[in-house]
């Protein structure tokens, strides 16, 4: 190897090592200063923090990595933290289903008569005595998601196909679909038809105003989309390293949060 190559190499190298420091001190800071601000949070010396403006938030979705979800004195504490902040509805999502088996022998076997409005619609919504407090909790897993669309879908298809009223009112009229090659009839199936769908097998539910996710990945971990329209979504890390101060800058953050629905 010519002299030249070795000088580029040796450059290149250590550049790599000088950059690689450098975004690990800037990682380390950032989550050193992270970890004080939290610190002051919960401590109540951050005035800013001490008095949450919750109106807005009326459903909040906790997603949880399906390893961690086993961990039930970090699941139990984080339920307590969001009774302490005033939190009455919450969703708790594993892709695995861990948490609907956790908590199922401690739900009552019907459903919350008055949880609320918006919460009539899903079949998993049950109320839990928590801290000695009813908070209103529904699990929902994986099994919530792809199949309860798929699911869903059959309902449609099947309803349509037994001439149904309630599919048949969707059907494009004969004008609609005509074209030079085509003049059948097709059905139409509506946000609405899928909604009631959704509803009648059991799948259906309010979509969360906040979603905090907590694993590795930065994603809904398969969160039913259909329910994330204009659900504000946060990455809070692993839950084993939660903390009570990052919990309430997020609620924070997201009070102060501006959102544009459109016309």
């Known amino acids: 190897m010519s002299l030249p190559s070795m000088i580029i190499k040796l450059t290149l190298g250590l550049l790599w090592c000088i ?10 800071c950032s989550h050193l200063i992270f970890n004080l601000e939290c610190s002051l949070i919960s ?3 951050l005035w800013k923090y001490r008095n949450l403006q919750l109106g807005r ?7 949880v990595d399906s390893r961690e979800a086993k961990n039930t004195v970090k699941i139990n504490q984080l339920l307590y933290w ?19 088996k956790l908590f199922a022998p401690g739900m009552n076997g019907s459903r919350d008569n008055n949880p609320g409005d918006y919460l009539d619609a899903s079949a998993n919504i049950k109320a839990l005595d928590c801290c000695q ?23 449609l298809c099947s309803s349509y196909l037994n001439g149904d009223s309630y599919t048949q009112e969707n059907v494009k009229s004969e004008e609609n679909v005509k074209s030079e090659e085509n003049v059948e009839n ?3 199936f509506t946000e609405t038809d899928m909604a009631s769908a959704l509803k009648s097998i059991g799948c259906a539910g309010p979509e969360p105003d ?17 329910r994330l329209r204009y659900t504000e979504i946060m990455h809070m890390g692993p839950l084993k390293s939660m903390k009570y101060g990052a919990i309430v800058k997020a609620f924070h953050n997201y009070s102060k949060k501006h959102q544009n629905y459109g016309k």
């Open 43 to 45: 401590s109540g010396l």
């Open 19 to 28: 950059i690689h420091l450098a975004i690990s001190l800037l990682s380390l």
């Open 210 to 226: 906040l979603l905090l996710v907590y694993g590795p990945a930065r994603c809904h971990l398969g969160f039913p989309t259909w």
């Open 133 to 155: 407090k009813q908070m209103t909790i529904e699990c929902i897993s994986g099994s919530d998601g792809k199949e309860g669309i798929a699911k869903a879908a059959n309902l």
């Open 82 to 100: 969001l009774k302490t902040l005033g939190v009455k509805y919450v969703c708790l999502y594993d892709i695995d289903g861990v948490l609907k």
């Open 186 to 188: 097709e059905p139409v």
């Open 57 to 63: 938030l009326k459903y909040l979705a906790i997603v």
